[in-house]
C-alpha cells in the first residue's frame, strides 16, 4: 500500500505559478510510472503529465511548455511546476502512482487531490 499526500494548491490569477508536491509513503525510485491528473467540474478525469521509470516524460497539449513535472527519489516526492496558469487550468489535481506488482500486474494508488483554482 502506498499513500500519496498531495500539496500546493490554491488561488492564483492567471499568469502566476503553482508548485505542487505529492509525498508518497514509500520509495517512489521504483514506480513504474508517476503522473499529475486534474478534473475540472463536470469533467473526466484528465492525464496533465506522466513521468516513467525510464525517465520519459509526457505532457498533455494543453499544458505542453507550462507544466514540468519532476521527482525527487531522495525525498519521495513527486512536483509539478505550473507556470503561467490560466483559467482553464482550474481542477482538483491528483497525484498517481503506478507500481509494478508482477511481469504482467500493476497496482495504482491515488492521492486525495489538491484543488487549484486560477482567476481572470
Known amino acids: 500500500q502506498v499513500q500519496l499526500v498531495e500539496s500546493g494548491g490554491g488561488s492564483v490569477q492567471a499568469g502566476g505559478s503553482l508548485l505542487l508536491s505529492c509525498v508518497a509513503s514509500?520509495?517512489?525510485?521504483?514506480?513504474?510510472?508517476l503522473a499529475w491528473y486534474r478534473q475540472a467540474p463536470g469533467k473526466e478525469r484528465e492525464l496533465v503529465s506522466r513521468i516513467d521509470s525510464d525517465g520519459t516524460t509526457l505532457y498533455s497539449d494543453s499544458v505542453k511548455g507550462r507544466f514540468t513535472i519532476s521527482q525527487d527519489n531522495a525525498a519521495n516526492t513527486l512536483y509539478l511546476q505550473m507556470n503561467s496558469l490560466k483559467t482553464e487550468d482550474t481542477a482538483v489535481y491528483y497525484c498517481?502512482?503506478?507500481?509494478?506488482?508482477?511481469?504482467?500486474?500493476?497496482?495504482?494508488?491515488w492521492g486525495q487531490g489538491t484543488q487549484v483554482t486560477v482567476s481572470s
Open positions: 498517481t502512482v503506478i507500481v509494478k506488482i508482477s511481469t504482467s500486474s500493476y497496482r495504482q494508488y
Open positions: 514509500k520509495n517512489i525510485v521504483s514506480a513504474y510510472r
